[in-house]
């Protein structure tokens, strides 16, 4: 056998050896990308919608990507569902499948986690969420408070974990926000936009209360 032929056979079966390693690499990320992990309950505490999806209360499960993992997908969930005007924060974007089933996703090729029901109820308290308030709050005209405004129409009231800040407190301080002229927040209150949180500065964590929509926001 000539050197030349031996060389160009010894070539094309390391170029082959290489090219099966690379598809298995490939194949390996790829199952990796799409493994999911099952997370384990998370209470939903009142009928809620995220943009298209529709998350009536009870227990859900949520499935999240290997890539996102179990704890930054509940974290997400309870960010979402606590968005005051439902627009996501870029990339993510969310997918109703039916009521009590949704998929969050961020495009690129990077993983997301899918949420479905499994049963249970609502009200009480959700450590990642805080607790419900009994009952609703009418807001009988729409009305600014700071840089929000509040149509008409109920509300639920939330205390979030660790906070000081008992239901009827809340009610109280909503309603003193809602008669205060030219819409002004009474100082020294603050609001977060994002999840329409409101807090004072000093003492941020045990003073919140926040104020949602009593059927979620689309």
């Known amino acids: 056998m000539s050197p030349v032929r031996a060389s160009r056979r010894r070539l094309s079966f ?4 290489a090219l099966v390693a690379g598809l298995a690499v490939l194949a390996f990320g790829s199952s990796s990308a799409v493994a999911k992990d099952s997370c384990p309950g998370f209470k939903v505490l009142h009928d809620d919608r995220i943009g298209s999806a529709e998350l009536p209360a009870g227990t859900y499960s949520v499935i999240a990507a290997e890539d996102l993992g179990c704890e930054a997908a509940s974290k997400l969930f309870t960010r979402f569902l606590q968005d005051w005007d439902g627009n996501l924060p870029r990339p ?36 990642e969420i805080g607790k419900l308030c009994p009952g609703t709050f009418t807001v009988n005209a729409g009305s600014d408070v700071g840089p929000l405004y509040f149509a008409k129409g109920q509300y639920l009231l939330y205390i979030p974990a660790r906070s000081g800040i008992t239901c009827r407190r809340a009610s ?25 949180t409101f807090y004072k500065p000093a003492n941020p964590t045990r003073s919140a209360f926040r104020v949602e929509p009593e059927a979620g926001v689309s």
């Open 14 to 17: 390391f170029f082959s050896l």
């Open 92 to 127: 993510w974007r969310v997918t109703g499948e039916g009521s009590g089933v949704a998929s969050f996703s961020r495009g690129g090729g990077m993983g997301g986690f899918t949420v479905r029901r499994t049963g249970g109820s609502g009200g009480g308290t959700n450590p």
């Open 172 to 196: 109280v301080l909503f309603t003193r926000f809602l008669a205060a002229p030219g819409g002004m927040l009474p100082s020294p209150w603050r609001v977060l936009t994002q999840t329409a």
